[in-house]
């Protein structure tokens, strides 16, 4: 998914570059290789940035920085705020790189009509994506040391009343982690299949400018 190192890089103009989050990868791939879309790179940091919000800024930066160092000069960055505080938007604006509109990778997925409405209904909702729920045992379980002190359950969780699958795929196994996650965490289950949400719209909207001009009619 990387862009090709400017070692190898080729003569012509580079194609337009994705730097995405890791939690969106799969999603992410499935937008750039569809049909319809023109060829483009992709180019994802790590997941592990998903519970560092705090070092998004700093990793985008440095990822753009070689993106322009190779040649692309067309790049959008398939990140929401993320929990960064506005300090990612500080660092696109200064870089002119557009990123994907919302504050949270829910928010897009669920479209921001429909998350607004979700959060109004009951703020004490916690989220699960398709990636969240294939890796709940280590991000949420492991990666909060609930595996070792269960008894910090109700410090994390005890303002939350219900868990909110946003699924991007039908897939019945991965409901039946998101499903046995709430209960490990003591809170009601819902399901929505959203899809890709909003990414799919952005992705469409950044390639439009690279795509080939129809043929005018004679």
């Not at 997925?109 to 729920?133: C, M, Q, V």
Request: with cysteine.
């Amino acid at each position: 998914m990387q862009g090709s190192p400017s070692s190898t890089r080729p003569s012509g103009p580079r194609p337009p570059l994705v730097i995405g989050c890791g939690a969106l990868a799969n999603e992410l791939v499935e937008l750039t290789r569809r049909a319809g879309l023109p060829a483009m790179d992709l180019s994802c940091l790590p997941a592990s940035l998903h519970n560092r919000p705090e070092r998004i800024p700093n990793a985008v930066a440095a990822r753009i920085r070689r993106a322009r160092a190779d040649g692309y000069k067309q790049i959008f960055v398939a990140y929401a705020d993320c929990g960064t505080g506005g300090m990612l938007d500080r660092v696109l604006e200064a870089k002119g790189v557009a990123r994907l509109e919302g504050a949270h990778c829910y928010e897009v997925y669920a479209g921001r009509a429909a998350f607004a409405e979700l959060a109004d209904e009951e703020p004490g909702t916690f989220y699960l994506t398709d990636f969240l729920a294939r890796n709940f045992e280590r991000l949420v379980i492991r990666g909060l040391g609930l595996d070792h002190h269960p008894e910090l359950l109700p410090l994390y969780f005890g303002n939350y009343r219900r868990l909110v699958y946003l699924a991007q795929t039908d897939d019945a196994a991965l409901t039946a982690r998101a499903e046995a996650g709430a209960a490990r965490l003591g809170l009601a289950f819902q399901r929505r299949l959203v899809g890709l949400g909003e990414m799919a719209p952005a992705i469409a909207a950044f390639a439009a400018p690279a795509a080939p001009a129809a043929p005018r009619a004679a």
